[in-house]
T-cell receptor
């Protein structure tokens, strides 16, 4: 158990509404990541964080913003959800200590109608 | 060309069979390599890291060929519970960034 939770686990929302997904870790790791997973594309990095208030873009960042005001929480916001953002979103942490292994939360299934 | 390429399968094998998956990667600067396992509608879970000398964990053996930029995973004595999608993962130029292959689906039949 990597000590990562995600909320909500499932969400259905309408096009144009804002949505915030939360990732919470209990182990005070520095690096946290948001991915999306879609059929035919595999896992793609949206944004990542390397510390409180330190974030950077990943491969598919357009339409998404993130915030990290506390070590334990990494928030992903869709400012105005679109149907193309229907996906499964995974949060991950890296435990450091000279290892690049990442450990994933259980995921959030988001449907934008 | 995708950065990490895998045969999507599915590989359908009987219980007890030996099955091998391959993966190629394009970034010659990649330093760390992993296999993850993902069950249907679940999160990916680390199966094993892949070392230059090759490594084994029970029924699972991973090999790395840096010259050919090729990674393999061998599963011996397949169990029904091995049915899953196996993801090949490599680090990018920055070690803390991972690139995932699309996955190979394995189905083990009784």
């Amino acid at each position: 158990d990597a000590g990562i939770t995600q909320s909500p686990r499932h969400k259905v929302t309408e096009t144009g509404t804002p949505v915030t997904l939360r990732c919470h870790q209990t182990e005070n790791h520095r690096y946290m990541y948001w991915y999306r997973q879609d059929p035919g594309h595999g896992l793609r990095l949206i944004h990542y964080s390397y510390g409180v208030k330190d974030t950077d873009k990943g491969e598919v960042s357009d339409g998404y913003s993130v915030s990290r005001s506390k070590t334990e929480d990494f928030l992903l916001t869709l400012e105005s959800a679109t149907s193309s953002q229907t996906s499964v979103y995974f949060c991950a942490i890296n435990r450091g200590s000279n290892s690049y292994e990442q450990y994933f939360g259980p995921g959030t299934r988001l449907t934008v109608t | 060309r995708k950065e990490v390429e895998q045969d999507p399968g599915p590989f359908n094998v009987p219980e007890g069979a030996t099955v091998a998956f391959n993966c190629t990667y394009s970034n010659s600067a990649s330093q760390s390599f992993f296999w993850y396992r993902q069950d249907c509608r679940k999160e990916p879970k680390l199966l094993m890291s892949v070392y230059s000398s090759g490594n084994e964990d029970g029924r699972f053996t991973a090999q790395l060929n840096r010259a050919s930029q090729y990674i393999s995973l061998l599963i011996r004595d397949s169990k029904l519970s091995d049915s899953a999608t196996y993801l090949c993962v490599v680090t990018g130029n920055a070690g803390n960034m991972l690139t995932f292959g699309g996955g190979t689906r394995l189905m083990v039949k009784p």
